[in-house]
C-alpha cells in the first residue's frame, strides 16, 4: 500500500498565481502532501501552473497530486491525481499513470467508497464533514454520524482503503474524526484563510499525534 500523508492541503486562490503562493506557503510551513485543484481553466494554464507547483513541491519534497487533470498528472510527472465522480474513471487513469502512482477517489456514500474498493484507487477522499464554500454542488453533508456509520461499515466489509475525511474541517474536529477510523483529513479554507499558517499546521499535526 502506498504511503498516504494525514494531514493533506487543496489548492485555493482566486487566479492560479494565488494557488502558487499559497502552495508555496503551506510547504514552507510543513505539509507533505499538496493537492492542486484548478477548475474552469484550460488545460495548457493547468499544466503551466502544474509545473510551476511541482517545482514548489519538489524543492520542499512535497507530494504533489493533481486535481481531475489526468493527463497533467502526466506529462508533468506529479505523484499522483484525485479523480471526482464526473472525472475519468480510475482504471483509465491506472492505464495512463502506471502502478507506481497515486490515485484517489471522491465519496458521499458507502456504495461510493464500495465502488471504488473495487477499481483499484489508494485512497478515498470521503466528505464533506460540513458545509464549505470552495466546491460547487455540494454533496450532502456527513457529519461526525455519517463518517462512524461509512467506516464501520467497511470495516465490516473488510474494505481496508485509507479514508481521508474532507469538507470545511477545524483542527477542533481532528480528535472526533481521527476517532470514527478515518486515516486522515483534507485542509483547505482552514490554512488559506489564516494569517499564522505555520501555527495552523502545526495545530494539525500536533493534535493529530495525540490521537
Known amino acids: 500500500m502506498k504511503s498516504i500523508s494525514k494531514i493533506q492541503y487543496i489548492s485555493q486562490g482566486g487566479t492560479p498565481a494565488e494557488h502558487l503562493l499559497n502552495i508555496k506557503e503551506v510547504c514552507k510551513g510543513g505539509v507533505d502532501w499538496v493537492q492542486l485543484r484548478l477548475k474552469k481553466v484550460s488545460d495548457e494554464l493547468y499544466a503551466e501552473t502544474a509545473v510551476l507547483a511541482k517545482g514548489i513541491c519538489d524543492a520542499y519534497q512535497v507530494k504533489l497530486i493533481i486535481n ?76 461526525i454520524e455519517g463518517y462512524q456509520s461509512i467506516v464501520r461499515d467497511l470495516v465490516n466489509r473488510e474494505v ?46 500536533n493534535t493529530y499525534s495525540q490521537v
Open 68 to 143: 481531475d487533470n489526468v493527463q497533467v498528472a502526466q506529462d508533468i510527472q506529479a505523484d499522483g491525481v484525485h479523480l471526482g465522480k464526473e472525472d475519468m474513471h480510475p482504471e483509465q487513469a491506472r492505464q495512463i499513470l502506471g502502478s507506481d502512482k497515486i490515485i484517489g477517489g471522491t465519496a458521499n456514500t458507502l456504495d461510493d467508497c464500495i465502488r471504488l474498493s473495487q477499481v483499484g484507487v489508494d485512497y478515498i477522499g470521503l466528505g464533506p464533514y460540513r458545509f464549505t464554500t470552495t466546491k460547487e454542488n455540494l454533496s450532502p453533508v456527513l457529519g
Open 160 to 205: 481496508n482503503l485509507p479514508i481521508i475525511g474532507i469538507g470545511g474541517i477545524q483542527p477542533e474536529d481532528v480528535i472526533h474524526l481521527h476517532q470514527t477510523g478515518v486515516h486522515g483529513i483534507a485542509i483547505s479554507g482552514a490554512l488559506t484563510n489564516t494569517n499564522n499558517i505555520d501555527e495552523v499546521i502545526e495545530n494539525f499535526r
